[in-house]
């Protein structure tokens, strides 16, 4: 889990081949890989319920008969290769969100000298216990704030769907480690039935997850890519650019 979070936090801030090389950045390049990885993760989960969906097929959970618990062991084994490429995309997409976090932020800082949260910051508040629960969400919404208003990002209301999105982000990360333990805890065919339905029922909050962490992504690229072409339409008809922070 350590390395995992340093290998994160490496990825997110060294300026990758995304084009991202300047303090100020077009962000819908980024956005659009980040959209990708979103998607990706998406179809992730979707794979990792078929799984679920057999396993529980195995165990009679639609009424047929039970394999037997040698059978049952085997096959479940089988699948553990298969769990590592989900893994790896859902490192992926932490990556590639958390990289967007940070070039936005850093963007919002060009317009507004009134964020409390740094870009570096808004990263490492994800893997602070507790405080993870509360900062991250405050700096992206100073992020999305900066434009709307860049004296007080931080009094910008967040508006109601971002207030959701920022509800089912946390309850993944509640609910991966509480379906992680029910997993490790049940050793045996049959009480390990209800804990893979539990599993799957974690779709219920993947799915409006995705599409909210979309819309954030879309909402904030437009609001900042907008802001860079009024600058440059200024700037290329011989106006001052617009003000930055």
Known sequence: ???TIVVTQYC???????GIFSMLSDPRRLTRWTIAFVCLWF??????????LW???????FGGSAAMPAA????VEATDPVQMPFLLIDLLFHVAFLRWVYVT??????????????????????FVPVASLWMPFRGICETRGALIDPDAPGAVPAPTWLWIWWGLWIAMSAYGNVTGVILNVTNTPSP??????TQIAGLGIDVPLAVLTCRLLSDVATLQSRHIDLSASHTRAGHEPLPQA
């Not at 390990?192 to 339905?197: C, F, T, V, Y």
């Open 1 to 3: 889990m350590t390395t």
């Open 12 to 18: 997110v801030r060294v300026d990758m081949p995304w």
């Open 43 to 52: 179809l992730g989960s979707l794979g990792q319920t078929g799984l679920y």
């Open 55 to 61: 396993q529980i097929n195995l165990l009679g959970g």
């Open 72 to 75: 049952v062991a085997r096959a």
């Open 105 to 126: 932020n850093r963007n919002a800082q060009q317009w507004s000298d009134s964020m409390s949260i740094n870009p570096g910051w808004n990263v490492d508040w994800f």
């Open 192 to 197: 390990s039935l209800p804990a893979i339905w």
